[in-house]
């Protein structure tokens, strides 16, 4: 594994609080922007560290973080814990508080609230968030998800579409959502 991959996966480990996983598989995609922009995306897929060797290799156990990072950012562009399962130490909200919620999202994006996304569906332990540009919705569509277990642990969080993000006090740049 190339010293920056393995920086890159070690960064991320500790971020997300994965201290109770191994990183299983890895590759690197690349993509396309709506405008053609190329973008490089590192795929991860965290076993749970109880879990051993074996298995089907067709499905991963309950528990593992299939989980992508735009590289060029570092941002988190979606990660799926599978079926709801997590032993992440970190990544909780007080889902009885969505700005807890929406900054984590501001923080993970580099979106703002109400000027790049906003609410558009509200569940038990899901929010939905659709793409704008200063309250207007943006086509085609973008929109984020996230969902967290019964104690408030993140364990679904995946971004799609394209928004206005502004970066370095500039407006007007359009990157992939999230």
Same mark, same amino acid.
């Given at each position: 594994?190339?010293?920056?991959?393995?920086? #890159?996966?070690?960064?991320?480990?500790?971020k997300y609080g994965l201290t109770a996983y191994r990183l299983h598989k890895w590759h690197i995609f690349r993509g396309t922007t709506l405008f053609r922009g190329t973008v490089?995306?590192?795929s991860m897929e965290w076993f749970p560290i109880?879990?051993?060797?074996?298995?089907?290799e067709d499905t991963?156990?309950?528990g593992t973080v299939c989980m992508d990072i735009d590289i060029a *950012?570092?941002?988190?562009?979606?990660?799926i814990f599978v079926g709801g399962v997590t032993y992440a130490d970190s990544l909780k909200f007080d889902s009885r508080h969505k700005d807890e919620i929406?900054?984590?999202?501001?923080?993970?994006?580099?979106?703002?609230?109400?000027?790049? +996304?906003e609410l558009w569906k509200e569940k038990e332990r899901k929010l939905? +968030?659709?793409?704008?540009?200063?309250?207007i919705a943006v086509s085609p569509?973008?929109?984020?998800?996230?969902?967290?277990?019964?104690?408030?642990? #993140?364990?679904? +969080? +995946?971004?799609?579409?394209?928004? *206005?993000?502004?970066? *370095?006090?500039?407006?007007g740049n359009v990157r992939p959502f999230p």
């Open positions: 594994m190339d010293q920056r991959i393995y920086d #890159l996966a070690e960064l991320t480990k500790a490089y995306r590192l109880h879990v051993g060797p074996g298995g089907n991963n156990p309950a *950012s570092g941002k988190l562009e979606n990660m929406i900054r984590w999202i501001e923080k993970e994006t580099g979106l703002v609230y109400g000027k790049q +996304f939905q +968030f659709r793409g704008c540009v200063d309250g569509a973008a929109s984020i998800e996230i969902q967290w277990d019964e104690e408030g642990r #993140l364990v679904f +969080f +995946f971004g799609d579409g394209t928004v *206005s993000a502004p970066r *370095s006090g500039q407006t």
